[in-house]
C-alpha cells in the first residue's frame, strides 16, 4: 500500500486559533481523506509551535507561565479541530519530551557531519511578531517586508547555520525537482531569493529563556525556527524508535502560507541536507484570506474567528466555503454575503433543492424505493457521461491542488441533473402508465447522479456526503468507499429511501447581517444622487429597495381555470423546495395546459393574497402589449428551479 504524509505549519500559542489557521487545516483534511479515498495509507499531522520571545512576551502581559498560555491555547485547537472534523493522526507539541530529543538529534547530526555550525555575533533587524531576522535591504519604513511588524535592532552572541554553502545545493534541487515548490510563481520567487545570495542564518538566542536549550552552552536557546521546523520529523518518533519516520518520511506535501514558505523551502531543506536527512517532496504555499483588502491578522483587527461561524453555519458550509471561494495559491477576500451566498446558491438551491425534489419525485412515484432502471436508459442521454466528467474532474483538479475547480465540476453534475429531471419531465411521465419504465430509468439516473455526488463531496463535506448517502437508503459511510475508479449503477434498485431533514436550510442574509450589525444603517448610506432629467418617474425606488424583491425561477406544474373568472388561471407552481399555488390573469392569452411545464419568474416574497375565494401566494412576470394581454417572462434555456433572478 502507498502512504502519503501530510501537514500543516505548527501554529502560534500567543493567541487563539482564526479562520486562516482553520483554513489551512482544513485544506489538509481534504488532502487527507481524498488520499485515503485513493486506497493509500493516510499521516497527517499539525500542532503548535510553543518556544520563542513572542510566546514568553504574550504570557507575561496575561501573568502566566509560557507553559500554562500554551496548555491553555492548546486546548481551543483541539476543540476547534473536532468542531471542523479535523481527521489527524497527531497533534504534536514542541514543549513536548519526544520533540525537543529530535531537535537535540537533528542539531546533533548537523554537527557530526561537518563544521555548518559556529559561533559568532548578530547584528541587524529582528521581527517579533515573525520571529525571523531580515536584512537591511529588506526593511520598509522600520518594519518588516511580509507583515508589516516593527523591527528592532539587535546585537548579541550567536551560533550560525552556514546557510551560505548550500546556495548551489539548493538551486540544483529546485532545477531538478521543479514540483519540489508549488504554485509556479511562489517557485520563481524562492529561486530568484535564494540566487541573489545567501548568508549565514542565526541559530541561536540570549535574549530571552523561553526555549530548548543550546547543548553544550545553556546562555543559548535555540533560534525558533530551526526548533519547529523538526516537529516535521520528531513527530515521527526521529529520536525514537523511527517507525513511523521509516514508514512516512519524506513528507508527501508540507502544506504552508505564502508568509512562510522561505523558512520551509530554503532553511528547512538547508538543515536537513546538512544532517543527511532525505527532503520532503513538496511545499506547497497557499495565499492568504483577505479583509478591507488587507491579510487578516490579530494586530489589524480583521480576524475572523471559526467559532462564531460554526455556531451560525453548519461546519460542512464552511468547509465548502472554505475550499471553493479561493482560488488555490492565489489570495481571496472574505465577506459574510460572500459565504451566504456560497450557501443559499450552492447548497440549499442547486444541491439541497435537488436532493429534496428527487426523493419526493421517487416516494411520489415508487413508494420510497429506487426503480430498477431496466435497460430502457437510452443511450447517451442518461447521466452517466456527466457524472464520469464529474469524477475525472474533482480526482485531477484535487491532486493539482485546484479544489475551487474541482468542485465546480462537481456541481456541473449537479446542475446537469437538474436540467436532467427538468427536460424529462417526471411528473409527466409518472401521468401516463405506457411510460413508467422511462419512469423508472429517469428517476433511478438522478438517484445514482446524488449517489456519485455525495462520494465526490464526502472529502470537503463529509456529514453532509454521510447524510446524502443516508437518505438514498445508503448505510454505508462514503469516506470508506473508493476513488480509484468511476462505477455507474452502484445504487441497487429496491433499496429503499430514508427522506429527511433539508440538508442545506437557506440563510436569510438580511436577518443575520442585521444581527451581525454590518448592514449599513440610512443615516450612514450615501446620498442619491440629484436627478438632473426633466422627466424623471417620481415612482423610482432605488437599488436596496429593489433588492426588496425575490425573483425565483419556478415551473408550473398545473393550471386551470378559476370558476366564474374569464381571465384568471390556476397555477401551481414548483420552487424547488415548495409548490406555490398563484392566480394570474392570463387566460385570455394562455391555455392552461399550454403552460404546463414552462419556466417563469416568479415574485416570491408577496404576501399572501385571495382573488375570488382562491389564495395566491406569489405573482408571476409578465410583459403587456397594447390590447392589455400579457406575455409571460420567460427563458430560452432551462434554468435550475428555485434559482435567483436578479
Not at 123 to 142: L, R, T
Not at 488 to 510: N, Q, V
Not at 542 to 547: G, K, L, S
Request: glycine share 8%; aromatic share 10%.
Amino acid at each position: 500500500m502507498s502512504r502519503y504524509y501530510v501537514t500543516t505549519p505548527i501554529y502560534y500559542v500567543n493567541d487563539a486559533p482564526h479562520i486562516g489557521h482553520a483554513y489551512t487545516t482544513v485544506v489538509a483534511d481534504v488532502l487527507a481523506r481524498f488520499h485515503r479515498l485513493l486506497g493509500e495509507e493516510v499521516y497527517f499531522l499539525t500542532g503548535t509551535d510553543e518556544h520563542g520571545q513572542k510566546i514568553e512576551d504574550s504570557a507575561a502581559a496575561k501573568g502566566l507561565t509560557p507553559i500554562a498560555l500554551a496548555d491553555a491555547v492548546v486546548q481551543r485547537y483541539h476543540a476547534l479541530w473536532k468542531r471542523l472534523g479535523m481527521t489527524h493522526n497527531d497533534f504534536i507539541r514542541t514543549t513536548e519530551d519526544r520533540h525537543q530529543r529530535g531537535v537535540l538529534k537533528l542539531f546533533g547530526e548537523i554537527t557530526s557531519r561537518g563544521d555548518d555550525i559556529y559561533k559568532g555575533r548578530y547584528e541587524g533587524w529582528y521581527c517579533k511578531g515573525c520571529e525571523a531576522f531580515y536584512p537591511e535591504s529588506q526593511i520598509v519604513e522600520g518594519k518588516c517586508p511580509d507583515q508589516g511588524h516593527p523591527v528592532q535592532r539587535l546585537s548579541e552572541e550567536s551560533y550560525f547555520f552556514r546557510l551560505s554553502r548550500y546556495q548551489e545545493p539548493l538551486l540544483k534541487h529546485y532545477a531538478d525537482n521543479p514540483s519540489f515548490i508549488f504554485p509556479e510563481t511562489r517557485r520563481n520567487e524562492i529561486v530568484s531569493f535564494v540566487s541573489s545570495g545567501l548568508k549565514d542564518l542565526s541559530l541561536s538566542r540570549t535574549s530571552f529563556r523561553w526555549g530548548i536549550p543550546f547543548p553544550g552552552d545553556p546562555q543559548h536557546i535555540f533560534y525558533v525556527w530551526f526548533d519547529a521546523l523538526a516537529n516535521y520529523i520528531t513527530a515521527l518518533e526521529y529520536a525514537g524508535s523511527q517507525d513511523l519516520y521509516r514508514q512516512f518520511w519524506p513528507a508527501d506535501v508540507h502544506l504552508v502560507g505564502k508568509d512562510i514558505l522561505r523558512f520551509h523551502a530554503v532553511y528547512w531543506p538547508a538543515f536537513l541536507m546538512a544532517a543527511g536527512v532525505p527532503l520532503p517532496k513538496s511545499v506547497v504555499a497557499h495565499g492568504w484570506w483577505l479583509r478591507d483588502a488587507a491579510k487578516m491578522s490579530k494586530s489589524r483587527g480583521n480576524v475572523i474567528e471559526p467559532n462564531s461561524l460554526l455556531d451560525d453555519f453548519s461546519v460542512d458550509a464552511v468547509r465548502y466555503f472554505l475550499m471553493r471561494e479561493m482560488a488555490f495559491g492565489q489570495d481571496a477576500s472574505y465577506s459574510d454575503e460572500a459565504l451566504i451566498e456560497r450557501c443559499n446558491s450552492d447548497l440549499a438551491n442547486d444541491l439541497g433543492n435537488l436532493v429534496s425534489r428527487t426523493l419526493k419525485l421517487l416516494e411520489n412515484s415508487f413508494g420510497g424505493v429506487v426503480p430498477d432502471p431496466g435497460s430502457h436508459s437510452p443511450r447517451g442521454e442518461g447521466l452517466a457521461p456527466a457524472a464520469q466528467a464529474a469524477w475525472n474532474g474533482m480526482v485531477g483538479g484535487f491532486k493539482e491542488y485546484d479544489f475551487s475547480g474541482a468542485l465546480s465540476r462537481v456541481w456541473e453534475l449537479v446542475s446537469a441533473t437538474n436540467k436532467f429531471i427538468v427536460e424529462k419531465e417526471p411528473w409527466k411521465l409518472a401521468a401516463d402508465p405506457a411510460r413508467r419504465d422511462e419512469l423508472g430509468w429517469v428517476l433511478y439516473d438522478a438517484a445514482e447522479a446524488l449517489r456519485v455526488t455525495g462520494l465526490l463531496i464526502s472529502p470537503v463535506m463529509p456529514r453532509a456526503a454521510r447524510a446524502l448517502w443516508g437518505q438514498l437508503g445508503l448505510q454505508r459511510d462514503p469516506a470508506e468507499e473508493s476513488l480509484t475508479e468511476f462505477e455507474w449503477g452502484r445504487l441497487a434498485p429496491g433499496t429503499r429511501i430514508a427522506k429527511g431533514e433539508s440538508l442545506f436550510p437557506r440563510i436569510d442574509k438580511k436577518a443575520y447581517l442585521a444581527r451581525l450589525g454590518t448592514e449599513t444603517p440610512e443615516a450612514a448610506k450615501p446620498a442619491a444622487p440629484i436627478a438632473r432629467e426633466t422627466n424623471v418617474d417620481e415612482a423610482s425606488i432605488d437599488i436596496e429597495e429593489f433588492r426588496k424583491i425575490r425573483l425565483r425561477v419556478g415551473k408550473v406544474t398545473a393550471a386551470e381555470k378559476v370558476e366564474g373568472a374569464k381571465k384568471l388561471l390556476k397555477l401551481q407552481v414548483d420552487l424547488g423546495d415548495e409548490v406555490r399555488q398563484i392566480i394570474s390573469g392570463i387566460a385570455d392569452k394562455y391555455a392552461p395546459e399550454a403552460l404546463v411545464g414552462k419556466q417563469i419568474v416568479l415574485v416570491a416574497n408577496l404576501k399572501p393574497a385571495t382573488i375570488r375565494g382562491v389564495e395566491s401566494r406569489g405573482m408571476l412576470l409578465a410583459a403587456e402589449d397594447a390590447e392589455g394581454r400579457a406575455t409571460i417572462v420567460t427563458f430560452d434555456e432551462a434554468v435550475t428551479v428555485g434559482a435567483t433572478v436578479r
